[in-house]
Nanobody, 122 residues
Framework: QVKLVESGGGLVQPGGSLRLSCAGS????????MNWYRQAPGKERELVAA????????NYADSVKGRFTISRDNAKNTVYLQMNSLKPEDTAVYYC???????????????WGQGTQVTVSS
C-alpha cells in the first residue's frame, strides 16, 4: 500500500527552527513531485513548498520564501522541509503530498500523509 509518514513536528518558540521529514513507500518515489501543504485552524489548506521529482526545481509560498527549504533524497524515499525563523502564523498541521501528473490538468496519482502538527508559540 502507498504510505506517506510525516515526522518532526512539535512545539517551537518564535524564531526557532524545525525540520519535517516525510518517508514514502509503496510507489516510485523518484517519479513524483513532492509537496508540503499546511492547514491552520479556520483556514484553507495551502501549498507551502514544492519539489520536482529530481529535486532540481523548487517553489515556495511567498509567506515562507527565504525561511523554508524543501529538499529530497530519492535514495531514501524521503522529502524534507527545513523551517527557520518560525513565526506564530506558521502554526498549522503540515501535510506531505506526492503528485504525479500526465499534464498540468490531469493528475495520475495523488497521495497524502496524515499530517504533523507544528506549533510556534512563546
Amino acid at each position: 500500500q502507498v504510505k506517506l509518514v510525516e515526522s518532526g513536528g512539535g512545539l517551537v518558540q518564535p524564531g526557532g527552527s524545525l525540520r519535517l521529514s516525510c518517508a514514502g513507500s509503496g510507489f516510485t518515489f523518484s517519479s513524483y513531485a513532492m509537496n508540503w501543504y499546511r492547514q491552520a485552524p479556520g483556514k484553507e489548506r495551502e501549498l507551502v513548498a514544492a519539489s520536482s521529482s529530481d529535486g532540481g526545481s523548487t517553489n515556495y509560498a511567498d509567506s515562507v520564501k527565504g525561511r523554508f527549504t524543501i529538499s529530497r533524497d530519492n535514495a531514501k524515499n524521503t522529502v524534507y522541509l527545513q523551517m527557520n525563523s518560525l513565526k506564530p502564523e506558521d502554526t498549522a498541521v503540515y501535510y506531505c503530498n506526492a503528485e504525479r501528473k500526465l499534464t498540468k490538468a490531469i493528475t495520475l496519482n495523488n497521495y497524502w500523509g496524515q499530517g504533523t502538527q507544528v506549533t510556534v508559540s512563546s
